[in-house]
């Protein structure tokens, strides 16, 4: 696979990422604000007092966010950080993940929530192995300014 294929793998996938942890981040504010939406979103029980639900959205609403503009961050940047933020993200993503299948598997969460599961184990294990793939190495040697052109006088291999 090219160096320019890779790179633009990686600044595709950022932002699609990005902008889909900013929307979630939009979905749970909105659940917050709208009474008895968030049992809907989250595995919170409906008896569970309303601050409190109020207070766990906005905790996920901010880990959310953060990880969006993270990802944009990497977009918009010199890559110098992506590997940083896909290795962080993908941690994140695998524990969320785990302890999702840990709760299913313990009977405190339904079936129903394994589809839930699947999209983190993705995003975690194609991180990981692009981050393996030295993928991250290509993208820092080019040097790709905001605009995607190389910053260097050599030619796309």
């Known amino acids: ?15 699609v990422a990005g902008l889909t942890h900013l929307l979630a981040a939009v979905l749970l504010v909105w659940s917050s604000v709208l009474p008895g939406q968030l049992p809907s979103l989250l595995p919170v029980a409906a008896t569970t007092p309303p601050e409190t ?12 966010s953060t990880m969006g ?6 977009v918009v940047g010199d890559c110098k950080a992506g590997v940083i933020v896909w290795n962080a993200t993908a ?5 969320v993940a785990i ?8 009977g405190n969460l339904t079936t129903s929530w394994f589809p839930r599961v699947l999209p983190s184990l993705v995003v975690a294990v194609m991180q990981m192995v692009v981050v393996r793939a ?7 040697k080019w040097k790709i300014s905001p605009s995607g052109r190389n910053g260097s006088n050599d030619s796309w291999n």
């Open 53 to 64: 639900t109020a207070i766990l959205s906005w905790i996920c609403t901010v880990l959310v």
């Open 1 to 15: 696979m090219t160096n320019r294929t890779k790179v633009k793998f990686v600044r595709t996938w950022s932002a």
């Open 91 to 95: 941690l994140i993503h695998g524990s």
């Open 99 to 106: 302890f999702l299948i840990w709760r299913i598997d313990t």
């Open 134 to 140: 030295d993928w991250w190495d290509d993208a820092r």
């Open 69 to 74: 503009l993270a990802y944009l961050s990497v």
